[in-house]
């Protein structure tokens, strides 16, 4: 089992930047891709950003791609999310995920999650 807690969330104003964290606790030795899914409210949740264990490898969604940076320190057992430039529509609860192995955009493979953090970008 993996546990994971994000912090970081809040209130910004469009244009500033806020930096997502997520601890990870547990079985955290395995190798696992770690992910960043976001749901805005009447809304599916959404593949955001990925890396790879290694940290060698990243993916983002288009609508961020430029704008958000995913990095880990495995040391640590972190993972960040730094989000730059936001937009009204980055609103939504962000969601830290686990998943044991290669990387895949499919919520649904994704074995760990946290509970969430609210982000609210204001116009």
């Known amino acids: 089992q993996v546990q994971l807690v994000e912090s970081g969330g809040g209130l910004v104003q469009a244009g500033g930047s806020l930096r997502l964290s997520c601890a990870a606790s547990?079985?955290?030795?395995?190798?696992?891709?770690m992910g960043w899914f976001r749901q805005a409210p009447g809304k599916e949740r959404e593949f955001v950003a990925a890396i790879t264990w290694s940290g060698g490898s990243t993916y983002y969604a288009e609508s961020v791609k430029g704008r958000f940076t995913i990095d880990r320190d495995n040391a640590a057992n972190t993972v960040h999310l730094q989000m730059n430039s936001l937009k009204p529509e980055d609103t939504a609860v962000y969601y830290c995920a686990a998943r044991y192995g290669a990387f895949n955009y499919a919520k649904s493979l994704y074995n760990y999650w946290g509970q969430g953090t609210q982000v609210t970008v204001s116009s």
């Open positions: 547990g079985r955290t030795g395995s190798r696992y891709t």
